[in-house]
């Protein structure tokens, strides 16, 4: 039976290995994972069976990206204002608990959580597979109403500058992303 609880430092290494498994890979991977793990402001969901982890939604305060856009990013401080903002780090489960609506469950936590933070955005950033396929797609639709959405052809295609690599593409990245700011219920 699948229990769901906040991610904790304690499930660091865990998470870590997970990430670099299903999303991308690399020194620079490890490095902002350690630094983000370490912020007070990092937190998410778990998906536990037993002692092992299913599955991880992970949200940052903050406006980020897996590395920087910043026209992008001017874009969305422009609708934002001071308010507060979380971004979606990461969403993974292992691929053995696929299609029993994991996911969902923990952005339906997260979006409990980043309100209870009082957080009146969260952005995030779907990542959309050559073929077209975008698999966290109906995952975010309970974290509050899309006030902003923009496809990005090729998103990541300087991964490898920044030391990591596409589980899909392998060294280039053709990838691109769904970005989404999502408006939750806080006033």
Do not use: Q
Not at 59 to 73: C, I, S
Not at 170 to 175: A, D, E, L, S, V
């Amino acid at each position: 039976m699948i229990e769901y609880s906040y991610i904790n430092k304690n499930d660091y290494e865990r998470m870590t290995e997970l990430y670099k498994k299903y999303l991308n890979d690399g020194d620079y991977v490890e490095r902002e994972l350690s630094r983000k793990y370490a912020e007070c402001d990092y937190t998410g969901v778990k998906a536990m069976d037993g002692d092992e982890i299913a599955g991880f939604a992970s949200m940052a305060k903050g406006l980020d990206f897996t590395y920087p856009h910043p026209d992008l990013k001017e874009r969305l401080e422009a609708i934002v204002g001071n308010d507060i903002i979380y971004t979606g780090d990461a969403v993974v489960v292992r691929e053995e608990y696929r299609g029993h609506g994991i996911s969902h469950r923990m952005f339906e936590e997260c979006y409990k959580l980043m309100c209870e933070r009082k957080a009146k955005y969260i952005l995030t950033e779907l990542w959309i597979y050559p073929g077209g396929d975008i698999p966290a797609e109906d995952s975010v639709l309970s974290l509050g109403s899309v006030v902003y959405r923009e496809y990005i052809e090729d998103f990541y295609k300087d991964l490898d500058k920044y030391g990591m690599s596409c589980p899909i593409c392998g060294g280039h990245c053709t990838c691109s992303a769904c970005i989404e700011l999502h408006r939750t219920a806080v006033e």
